[in-house]
């Protein structure tokens, strides 16, 4: 269990991710509340930072701020990902759909769109790419669906990670702890496709 950092202040809107509470609009599976227990951070406008580590994200010019919402065609493409932390440290980016299908009723949550393991001084591109990008394509009017970025310190060094056999029902708890990785940052943004 990691120290606690100060005190962080949540409000009911936007609902905020897995990373930090259970939203009270729908049930979550424990694989979505997969890291509830064990990420600091604190939500300062592009950059989440707890420790040792922070990371922001950009699309371009949008920078990613927690519960932004964004557009399918804004995300297409990867983003920019600037990850600082300690030289020696290796880090593993994951990015993650908590409510797939949707938030109401998420039984292939987590999806997941991309994964970078080894990471070093913070380069993303210095690591081994496990899932390749994936953009969000959140169902017609399933509503706001929430994208979280979740960087994490390699505790026991390089690791070897093989990719999973699908995109769906992926468990980042049992991710983590199958690889030794402590979850250290994250941020998010939201996006939805309208109802047809």
């Not at 994490?152 to 070897?160: H, L, V």
């Given at each position: 269990m990691l120290p606690r950092l100060g005190m962080l202040k949540l409000s009911r809107a936007p609902c905020w991710s897995h990373a930090l509470t259970r939203c009270s609009l729908a049930p979550r599976p424990s694989s979505v509340a997969a890291i509830s227990h064990s990420v600091r951070r604190s939500t300062t406008s592009t950059n989440s930072a707890t420790g040792n580590m922070s990371i922001s994200v950009s699309y371009g010019s949008h920078a990613v701020t927690d519960g932004i919402e964004l557009t399918k065609t804004q995300t297409h493409s990867a983003p920019e990902v600037k990850i600082q932390a300690?030289?020696?440290?290796?880090?593993?980016?994951?990015?993650?759909?908590?409510?797939?299908?949707?938030?109401?009723?998420?039984?292939?949550?987590?999806?997941?769109?991309?994964?970078?393991?080894?990471?070093?001084?913070?380069?993303?591109?210095?690591?081994?790419?496990?899932?390749?990008?994936?953009?969000?394509?959140?169902?017609?009017?399933?509503?706001?669906?929430?994208?979280?970025?979740?960087?994490?310190?390699?505790?026991?060094?390089?690791?070897?990670?093989?990719?999973?056999?699908?995109?769906?029902?992926?468990?980042?708890?049992?991710f983590a702890s199958t690889h030794h990785l402590t979850a250290l940052a994250s941020t998010q943004f939201v996006c939805q496709t309208p109802p047809k």
């Open positions: 300690d030289d020696s440290t290796l880090v593993t980016l994951l990015m993650t759909d908590p409510d797939a299908p949707s938030r109401e009723n998420p039984v292939r949550a987590e999806w997941m769109h991309w994964a970078v393991a080894n990471i070093e001084a913070g380069d993303v591109s210095s690591g081994d790419t496990v899932v390749e990008y994936n953009g969000p394509s959140p169902p017609p009017g399933t509503g706001k669906h929430r994208y979280i970025f979740t960087a994490y310190a390699q505790t026991q060094g390089r690791i070897k990670v093989t990719a999973p056999s699908g995109r769906n029902n992926f468990d980042s708890k049992a």
